[in-house]
Nanobody, 122 residues
Framework: QVQLVESGGGLVQAGGSLRLSCTAS????????MGWYRQAPGKERALVAI???????NYADSVKGRFTISRDNAKNTVYLQMNSLKPEDTAVYYC????????????????WGQGTQVTVSS
């Protein structure tokens, strides 16, 4: 089985910074994209940022210039550096790996972490 374990959430004042980490563990052949989604109360889960194994990144417009996604392929870990946080960034942040192959001959599967709470106070 594949597990995504997140860490780094918490409470921060507006203008502050947090760094989220997500590590994939278990038995798998390959991981392609890794990224972050968030879900605020009463809203749908939405993409924050995603990065391919080769380092190509995409960001939601609302976080461009403030958040930076990075990854360490050797550690199967993706990071999200969040700067200049705003109260509207408050949400549960979920790590996602949408294309994980358990074996070389299997179709890719979608995996999610359990979520980590980020709260930004005004």
């Amino acid at each position: 089985q594949v597990q995504l374990v997140e860490s780094g959430g918490g409470l921060v004042q507006a203008g502050g910074s947090l760094r989220l980490s997500c590590t994939a563990s278990g038995s798998f052949f390959s991981i392609n994209d890794m990224g972050w989604y968030r879900q605020a109360p009463g809203k749908e889960r939405a993409l924050v940022a995603i990065m391919s194994r080769g380092g190509s990144a995409n960001y939601a417009d609302s976080v461009k210039g403030r958040f930076t996604i990075s990854r360490d392929n050797a550690k199967n870990t993706v990071y999200l550096q969040m700067n200049s946080l705003k109260p509207e960034d408050t949400a549960v942040y979920y790590c996602n790996a949408p294309k994980v192959r358990r074996y070389s001959y299997t179709r890719p599967s979608d995996y999610w972490g359990q979520g980590t709470q980020v709260t930004v106070s005004s």
